[in-house]
């Protein structure tokens, strides 16, 4: 499976974009509003959003996040972890971030670099709205292609 988040609006605080799923055929099946932290030049923890590339995916069943998904959704086996960053030569899991997860979310606040996931967006007020709803559409899908092969995630940005 092959996942694309396409950045389309930055703001002092966030950035706001879409997740697809890119088919086979090159075209895009839209999944979710985005919403990330701000770009920045040098790292701040919890407060700069990832850089775009090319990514794996990974599930990763331990952890305080993945205790409290576990007990709030039935479903859940393991947090939707971007896990190795491809450098043009190789995968590399010591990309300068870690735990870097797919989960719900509204506000900036939320993040902590993560990209959060929605189903309704308010640009005005960068945010993303029905993040709840939106987990439960992806996670299935994508949890299921990382058990039974690859996800990769692509990250461009256009803002």
Same mark, same amino acid.
């Given at each position: 499976m092959n996942l694309e988040i396409l950045r389309y609006k930055?703001?002092?605080?966030?950035?706001?974009?879409?997740?697809?799923?890119r088919n086979a055929d090159g075209g895009r099946e839209w999944l979710a509003y985005t919403l990330e932290d701000e770009h920045r030049d040098k790292k701040v923890k919890h407060e700069t959003r990832i850089?775009?590339?090319?990514?794996?995916?990974?599930?990763?069943?331990? /952890?305080?996040?993945?205790? &409290?998904? $576990?007990?709030r959704y039935d479903f859940h086996r393991g947090m939707l972890w971007i896990r190795e960053k491809f450098n043009g030569v190789e995968w590399r899991s010591?990309?300068?971030?870690?735990?870097?997860?797919l989960h719900i979310g509204n506000t900036e606040a939320d993040t902590? /670099?993560?990209?959060?996931? &929605?189903? $309704?967006?308010?640009g005005t007020a960068m945010t993303v709205g029905r993040s709840r709803d939106a987990y439960k559409?992806?996670?299935?899908?994508?949890?299921?292609?990382?058990?039974?092969?690859?996800?990769?995630?692509?990250i461009t940005d256009y803002a």
């Open positions: 930055s703001g002092s605080n966030a950035t706001l974009g879409s997740l697809f799923v850089p775009a590339g090319h990514y794996r995916m990974a599930i990763r069943d331990d /952890g305080g996040m993945n205790t &409290g998904y $576990s007990k010591d990309w300068g971030f870690t735990y870097v997860y902590s /670099g993560c990209p959060l996931v &929605g189903l $309704s967006q308010n559409k992806i996670y299935p899908v994508v949890a299921d292609s990382i058990e039974n092969g690859s996800v990769y995630l692509d």
